[in-house]
């Protein structure tokens, strides 16, 4: 049976405490640092979602929340001055919050979907991350999807790897299939 990959955008009443959990998972911790009080992350949770230069998406395989997302515009960001940015390249951060979907494969066919959501955005030929440095599974994973390190960049919570996947380079890679186009909703 195929997984069915889904996205639906962050509800807070719905979703904050699956996110608080999420984000107290100790594979999250050293690179999301948003642990603590449930207070705390719920008034971090309502700011983000209040922010109008990301959309913040739940994961899901098979209707089975998994994953958070944070797809957000490079203009607005604290990266937007860390390199030449066009006014339509935008930007991903995620996670796989359960612990138990880690190591199958979900992280590629997800950052995939999400991607390729990003260029259906007219104006959008440039898609960033900023992994951890540290973060050598996602920054792999980054690199499979068709991302290509750029430079280490300091940022005000951590030292990332900058990277970049162009539109034509992903497109050239990955195709886009009616099938595949059917069975990712957003």
Request: with cysteine; hydrophobic share 35%; charged share 30%.
């Amino acid at each position: 049976m195929e997984s069915r990959i889904s996205f639906r955008e962050v509800n807070f009443k719905k979703d904050a405490e699956l996110l608080y959990k999420w984000m107290n998972e100790e594979h999250v911790i050293p690179f999301w640092k948003l642990n603590g009080p449930r207070n705390n992350y719920y008034r971090h949770l309502e700011k983000a979602l209040a922010d109008s230069h990301q959309t913040l998406y739940i994961g899901c395989i098979n209707d089975k929340p998994m994953s958070y997302w944070e797809a957000y515009w490079v203009k607005g960001d604290v990266v937007e001055n860390v390199y030449p940015s066009a006014p339509f390249d935008q930007g991903i951060h995620l996670l796989i919050g359960e612990k138990d979907d880690l190591g199958k494969g979900y992280s590629l066919p997800l950052l995939k979907a999400m991607v390729r959501h990003q260029f259906e955005e007219p104006g959008t030929e440039k898609v960033i991350a900023e992994p951890d440095i540290r973060n050598e599974k996602m920054i792999h994973v980054f690199e499979k999807c068709g991302f290509r390190a750029i430079q280490p960049i300091e940022l005000p919570d951590k030292t990332a790897l900058l990277m970049f996947c162009r539109k034509d380079e992903f497109y050239r890679r990955w195709g886009c299939s009616d099938k595949e186009r059917a069975q990712t909703h957003l």
